[in-house]
């Protein structure tokens, strides 16, 4: 596609339920990163896709924050167990990998996580 | 581990004041460097970015900033704010060895009018 898709755009959810947030990198972008912005935060790193490599997890919060990449295309981002602390908005990136010379993030517009 | 330092986390300029946003980053090979925004209730988008060549890169909406690779720095300046320039900018680093990249804190910009 045009631009890096995320859904839903919004998810609001009860307190103990499992989420599953979705993206959709630009076509050929090997790089992918999901990122947590919390309200008046900066962007909080959890997680990086780069090809076929094992994936960088250091920046996921708890084992109840999961990702996995299928086909080295779509992710999809798992909440197990959601708290009220989870609550927001869920960013994903992506890029052209080492070997390219535009290494520019392209970012979705986010999926705005409600936990009630 | 590779970081970046945005020294200012909210900022407030009148109109037509100078702007100077610091970021410092850690890693000392080869790095990309970008300067991100995001205005109210968009997405965040390219502002500028430095790859090789000149240090002074020029971007969208009068936007510059300068690589000091001594420093360690890229901060991201603008002659004279504009209201519309209210926005959170953040900085980024990209490390061509790990290729991946790192995102600043952020920095909050009000300008009143």
């Known amino acids: 596609g045009a631009g890096v898709s995320q859904s839903p755009s919004n998810k609001v959810t009860e307190k103990g339920k499992d989420v599953e947030l979705r993206c959709d990198p630009i076509?050929?972008?090997?790089?992918l990163y999901w990122y947590r912005q919390s309200l008046g935060q900066g962007l909080e790193f959890l997680i990086y896709?780069?090809?076929?490599?094992?994936?960088?997890k250091s920046g996921l919060p708890s084992d109840r924050f999961s990702a996995e990449r299928t086909g080295g295309s779509v992710s999809t981002l798992t909440i197990q167990r959601t708290q009220q602390e989870d609550s927001a908005v869920y960013l994903c990136?992506?890029?052209?990998?080492?070997?390219?010379?535009?290494?520019?993030?392209?970012f979705g517009q986010g999926t705005r996580l409600t936990v009630v | 581990a590779q970081s970046v330092s945005q020294h200012n986390h909210h900022v407030i300029l009148s109109e037509a004041a100078s702007l100077e946003l610091g970021c410092n980053y850690s890693?000392?090979?080869?790095?990309?460097l970008f300067w991100y925004v995001q205005y109210p209730g968009q997405h965040l988008q390219l502002l500028l970015k430095y790859f090789s060549g000149d240090p002074l890169v020029k971007g969208i909406k009068g936007f510059e900033a300068e690589f000091i690779k001594s420093k360690f720095s890229f901060n991201l300046r603008k002659p004279s704010v504009q209201w519309s320039d209210t926005a959170e900018y953040f900085c980024a680093v990209y490390n061509t060895n790990a290729g991946k990249s790192t995102f600043g804190d952020g920095t909050t910009l009000t300008v009143k009018p």
């Open positions: 076509s050929g972008h090997t790089a």
């Open positions: 890693y000392g090979g080869t790095v990309n």
């Open positions: 896709f780069q090809g076929n490599s094992a994936p960088d």
């Open positions: 990136a992506s890029s052209f990998g080492t070997a390219r010379v535009n290494t520019e993030a392209f």
